[in-house]
C-alpha cells in the first residue's frame, strides 16, 4: 500500500506544471489535487490553518519549484521564501485576487484573444481560460454579454455563424458560441 501512496503521490507531483502567467487555474487544481491527497488543504489555505515543519519545508519545496522564474519574481520575497502558507497567499492575490489591477489585467487579456480560422481549437481553449480566470478574479458578466463578446471577436467571414446563434431559441451564452464554434469548425471533436 505505502509504494502504491508513493506512486500516486509521485505522480500528482509530476502532474503539476511549472505556473506561468497562462495555466494559473490549472496548476491551482492539480495543486490542491496534490494537497488533498496529504490531507494538507486546509492547513496550508485556511488561516487557522496549522503546518508541522516538516509539512512546511515540503510544501515550500513543491510550489516553489513548479512556478516559473518570471513569476517566481513576482510571488515570491525575501520575507515569503520560506513560509509556505505565505507563498500560496501571494500566489492566490497574484493571480485570484478581485483588486482593480488583476481585474483589469484578465479583463484585457480576453480582449487580446483573436480568433484565428487555422486554429479555432486554440482560440475556444484560450477563450475557456479567460472566461474561467474571469471568475477567479470575481469579474461577474452577465452570461450574453461575454457571448457577444465572443461574436465580436468572429471575422466578418462567420456572419452566418452569429446569426444563428442570435436567432436561435436558445439563452445566448459563451457555452453556447464556443459549442457551435466546435461543431462547426472542428469535425468529429479533433
Known amino acids: 500500500m505505502e509504494k502504491i501512496t508513493a506512486t500516486i503521490l509521485k505522480t500528482a507531483i509530476e502532474a503539476i506544471p511549472l505556473l ?20 494538507l488543504q486546509a492547513p496550508l489555505t485556511t488561516p487557522t490553518g496549522v503546518l508541522s515543519s516538516t509539512n512546511d519545508i515540503q510544501l515550500q519545496t513543491i510550489l516553489t519549484s513548479k512556478i516559473e ?3 517566481h519574481a513576482n510571488v515570491i520575497t525575501h520575507n515569503k521564501e520560506k513560509d509556505s502558507k505565505k507563498i500560496w497567499a501571494s500566489i492566490s ?7 482593480a489591477s488583476n481585474q483589469a489585467r484578465i479583463f484585457n487579456s480576453l480582449f487580446h484573444i483573436q480568433f484565428n480560422s487555422t486554429n479555432v481549437q486554440e482560440f475556444i481553449t484560450q477563450m475557456k481560460k479567460a472566461i474561467s480566470r474571469l471568475h477567479e478574479v470575481v469579474i461577474i458578466l452577465p452570461k ?5 463578446l465572443l461574436l465580436h471577436k468572429l471575422p466578418p467571414s462567420t456572419t452566418n455563424i452569429s446569426q444563428q446563434i442570435t436567432h436561435s431559441d436558445k439563452e445566448i451564452t459563451a457555452e453556447l458560441v464556443l459549442e ?10 479533433v
Open 20 to 39: 506561468s502567467m497562462d495555466n494559473y487555474t490549472l496548476w491551482k487544481n492539480r495543486v490542491e489535487n496534490f494537497l488533498d491527497l496529504l490531507e
Open 69 to 71: 522564474p518570471a513569476i
Open 93 to 99: 492575490s497574484y493571480f485570484a485576487s478581485s483588486k
Open 144 to 148: 450574453d454579454i461575454i457571448a457577444y
Open 180 to 189: 457551435r464554434l466546435t461543431l462547426i469548425f472542428i469535425p468529429y471533436g
